[in-house]
C-alpha cells in the first residue's frame, strides 16, 4: 500500500501549493518538499501552524481515515 502524506493531499484539497505554504512558513520549498514525499517529518509545532494555514484540525493532518471517521459520526 502506497503511503498518503496528508500535508500534501489537505493543499490539493485546499488548492493550495507547496511553495505557498513554504512561503507562509518562512522555510524553502525543498523543506515542504521533504514534508510532501516523506523524507522528513515537521515538528508538532510546524504541523499546528501549518493546520491553522490550512484551517483545518490539526489531526486531519496525522490520521489518514479522519475524515471518513468525521462522516460515520454524522451519519449516526
Known sequence: MEDINRIKM??????KTARWLASE???????VSKWCTNSSQPDLAT???IADLLKVD??????REYKSYLLSKESK
Open 47 to 49: 504541523i499546528l501552524k
Open 25 to 31: 512558513m518562512g522555510v524553502t520549498p525543498s523543506t
Open 58 to 63: 490539526i489531526r486531519e493532518l496525522l490520521v
Open 10 to 15: 489537505v493543499l490539493f484539497e485546499k488548492k
